[in-house]
T-cell receptor, first 110, second 112 residues
């Protein structure tokens, strides 16, 4: 089973809202990732967690706050977002370098 | 210069054709090479993964890596309309976590 699940599938939020994206995997993978993907562009790496510790932060603005409560779960907390943050947010997990992606959360900031 | 270069297409081929997709890269530190397929409004799906120069085959798909030329390819034999999607090359290096850079993606259309 190579399934990564993400909730919600769609999210519309105002610029003053606080919301969270959730990701879950049960493959025993040791690394989890957040990516942002704009329309007709490739995924852009945001954060990497390795063994539940943040190992890579690609200079992401502080309005995005990741959290890894345990080895199966990954959250992305959102606060004071801008309309340009509207995108598909993808979660992935991996044991080695090959990553398995979830279906994504389509975020619209109004 | 981008770290990973990939022609965005679109590439249109008739059903049954052999498709060749390519990427070049500039960072010789990349150790791992992947190809993903992404359908519209879906997450990327891992197709092929390799870490050494040479060929790797899986069904109708063949991945080729030439580290000396910093060039990777994906071949699709007997292409089908269901292969119509965006194909993304991706390359990783281990920096305490796997930092992965994607190519721009090539949009492929296979006409019945």
């Amino acid at each position: 089973d190579t399934e990564v699940t993400q909730t919600p599938k769609h999210l519309v939020m105002g610029m003053t809202n606080k919301k969270s994206l959730k990701c879950e995997q049960h493959m025993g993978h040791r690394a989890m990732y957040w990516y942002k993907q704009k329309a007709k562009k490739p995924p852009e790496l945001m954060f990497v967690y390795s063994y539940e510790k943040l190992s890579i932060n690609e200079s992401v603005p502080s309005r995005f706050s990741p959290e890894c409560p345990n080895s199966s779960l990954l959250n992305l907390h959102l606060h004071a977002l801008q309309p340009e943050d509207s995108a598909l947010y993808l979660c992935a997990s991996s044991q080695g370098s090959e990553q398995y992606f979830g279906p994504g959360t389509r975020l619209t900031v109004t | 210069q981008k770290e990973v270069e990939q022609d965005p297409g679109p590439l249109s081929v008739p059903e049954g054709a052999i498709v060749s997709l390519n990427c070049t890269y500039s960072n010789s530190a990349f150790q791992y090479f992947m190809w993903y397929r992404q359908y519209s409004r879906k997450g990327p799906e891992l197709l092929m993964y390799t870490y050494s120069s040479g060929n790797k085959e899986d069904g109708r798909f063949t991945a080729q890596v030439d580290k000396s030329s910093k060039y990777i390819s994906l071949f699709i034999r007997d292409s089908q309309p269901s292969d119509s999607a965006t194909y993304l090359c991706a390359m990783s290096l281990n920096t305490g976590g796997f930092k992965t850079i994607f190519g721009a993606g090539t949009r492929l259309f296979v006409k019945a």
